[in-house]
């Protein structure tokens, strides 16, 4: 597994992925299938840094862009940044639940980030809390940008999961996230699963090949361990981490035995985050 404190392009070599092998056996032929070592100018860093909050929090920086999901900061008993100190660029909200939306408003209104919402929580955040630069969406619809030669999509895809506003407003049905983004220095897409059940169409996803997949395995509330392996084998990601555990001792999970099971069940390469600590993600193309 790799740790973020040991960046896999930060020294002279990259482990590569199994469903990578393709591209490491075509630079060097004599290598085996399988995690191979390969020199770091043989693949790109991304552009891409990715940082756990803790929780569900996350927030991906690509370029100038700062995306920030599911801000659940000043009561998360697991989060050591305060909701004052981010100042994103997007804020995407997964579904309505306060673990997903807690400081969501507040940081919204002091960075004027642009909120992506279901169409549901996104009428509500303008309604009870005066947000304007929202964009309400649904399962299937893409938000889209291109700025300073960044072009950016998020999609909003299906989670099984529940969706209530935390004073008990209607919250539209739950979501996930597929980030795309385009620029000269690079491209990528990482897939945020939300709080969800496991699920069949979750694999459609990978019809277009996933750098990074963002999996629950905190189980009660979402997908557990064991479906999290069945999910990651769904997606065939380059690398996989997990989230929503470890906030309440109802979702403790130990995240390194998951990762020795990712490494030893799927191609993916297993990523534990540690909070706070970023993590670039290498990229193949
Ligand atoms: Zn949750």
């Known amino acids: 597994m790799i740790e973020p404190s040991v960046t896999a392009i ?58 920030l999901i599911d801000p659940f900061l000043d009561d998360n008993p697991a989060a050591k940044t305060k909701a004052s100190t981010l100042n994103p660029s997007h804020i995407l909200i997964s579904h309505g639940h306060f673990d997903h939306i807690a400081d969501a408003a507040s940081i919204a209104n002091r960075s004027k980030a642009t909120v992506l919402a279901n169409y549901e929580i996104a009428t509500w955040l303008t309604k009870h ?32 999961h529940s969706s209530s506003l935390p004073d008990g407003s ?19 897409r990482i897939y945020y699963a939300g709080d969800t059940a496991l699920f069949s169409d979750m694999q ?13 395995i905190g189980d009660l509330f979402t997908m557990g361990v064991d479906d999290s392996i069945e999910a990651t084998r769904f997606i065939q990601p380059s690398f996989v981490m997990p989230t929503h555990y470890g906030t309440w ?8 035995a998951w990762a020795k099971q990712i490494e030893a069940k799927t191609d993916a390469k297993p990523v ?14």
């Open 10 to 67: 930060e020294g002279s070599f990259v482990f590569i992925p199994k469903r990578l092998s393709w591209f490491a056996i075509g630079l060097c032929p004599d290598l085996s299938p399988g995690v191979m070592r390969l020199k770091m100018n043989q693949i790109k860093n991304s552009d891409c840094s990715i940082l756990w909050h803790a929780h569900s929090t996350w927030s991906i920086r690509i370029g100038k862009l700062h995306l």
């Open 129 to 160: 809390h005066s947000i304007q630069n929202t964009v309400g969406m649904n399962h299937g619809g893409t938000f889209r940008s291109h700025q300073d030669g960044l072009k950016l999509s998020v999609q909003l895809v299906p989670a099984v």
């Open 170 to 188: 209607y919250g539209g049905t739950a979501g996930g996230w597929v980030i795309d983004w385009h620029s000269d220095k690079s491209s990528g």
């Open 204 to 216: 459609w996803v990978a019809r277009t090949h996933v750098d990074l997949f963002i999996v629950p």
């Open 249 to 256: 001792p109802p979702i403790a999970q130990d995240a390194q």
């Open 272 to 285: 534990v985050p540690e909070i706070d600590k970023p993590w670039s993600l290498p990229i193949s193309k």
